[in-house]
């Protein structure tokens, strides 16, 4: 199947990791579609992506964070683009460092566990069924890593966090161990951002995008987790498949 004849829902495609993807995706030839709770985003994203590609990609507005806005976001998906063949999911959020634990609430760390895990968890839900059973489809998740280098001063609730969202994802690779789809992983150590505000060490986040796009393409690996510690295992650990 040709890329343009595939259609990539990019689950958090209007925040900074997506918006990388998104426009690597495109650049490809990929079809795009974007959901998100806010239309200035939306409307930026447009901005950004490469002018000749803008009319392969679809922004729906909508919650994919709940279970009702979720299945209304797929119900109008579907009603617009027809056929949904490939998800990649980066929800959450960039950063956080809201001090530690004594001095945080049950309030703060629910709205973590909310923004990381229960998106994730309430999106996959709904999506995985349009591509689960079609070995030509694909299911990517990015995540944060947790432990060593998000562990500094104040970013307890990131670590809790991020942890519950790679057990949540290994959880189904046990769970879902012999399912069609392409099921994989990219977990990130380190700093995403766009080149305005790249700080050391930091991926770009098209270049991390571009990497994401080869792995969708190619279609060639399931149930993997690609580690991502630093800028140059972009090329090593998923352009060149070393895993
Ligand atoms: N940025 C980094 O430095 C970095 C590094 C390593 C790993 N990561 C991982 O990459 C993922 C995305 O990070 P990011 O930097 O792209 O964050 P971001 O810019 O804040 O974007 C996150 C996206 O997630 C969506 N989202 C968040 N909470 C939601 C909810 N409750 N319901 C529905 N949608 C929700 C937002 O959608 P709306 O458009 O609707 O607001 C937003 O577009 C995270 O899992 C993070 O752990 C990021």
């Known amino acids: 199947m040709a890329n343009g004849d595939r259609l990539v829902l990019a689950l958090g495609g209007a925040g900074t990791v997506g918006s990388g993807l998104v426009k690597a995706l495109l650049d490809r030839g990929f079809k795009v579609a974007v959901i998100s709770r806010d239309s200035n985003k939306l409307e930026k994203l447009k901005a950004f992506v490469s002018p000749a590609t803008k009319g392969n990609l679809t922004t729906l507005v909508g919650n994919v964070g709940s279970e009702e806005g979720a299945e209304e976001a797929k119900q109008a998906l579907l009603r617009s683009v027809g056929k949904v063949t490939d998800v990649v999911s980066s929800l959450g959020f960039s950063w956080w460092q809201g001090g530690p634990p004594h001095t945080q609430s049950l309030k703060e760390l629910h709205w973590v566990i909310e923004t990381l895990l229960f998106s994730t968890f309430v999106s996959w839900?709904?999506?995985?069924?349009?591509?689960?059973?079609?070995?030509?489809?694909?299911?990517?998740?990015?995540?944060?890593?947790?432990?060593?280098?998000?562990?500094?001063?104040?970013?307890?609730?990131?670590?809790?966090?991020?942890?519950?969202?790679?057990?949540?994802?290994?959880?189904?690779?046990?769970?879902?161990?012999?399912?069609?789809?392409?099921l994989n992983q990219v977990k990130i150590n380190t700093g995403v951002a766009s080149p305005e505000r790249m700080a050391p060490g930091y991926l770009n986040h098209v270049d991390l995008g571009e990497a994401v796009a080869t792995l969708v393409e190619r279609r060639n690996t399931s149930h993997t987790v690609f580690t991502i510690n630093s800028p140059s295992d972009l090329k090593t650990v998923i352009l060149e498949g070393n895993l």
Do not use: H, W
């Open 125 to 182: 839900k709904a999506f995985f069924p349009l591509v689960r059973d079609d070995p030509n489809c694909t299911y990517t998740f990015i995540t944060g890593g947790a432990g060593e280098k998000l562990l500094m001063p104040g970013t307890g609730f990131l670590t809790v966090g991020a942890a519950s969202t790679l057990a949540f994802c290994q959880v189904l690779r046990e769970e879902y161990p012999e399912v069609p789809c392409k």
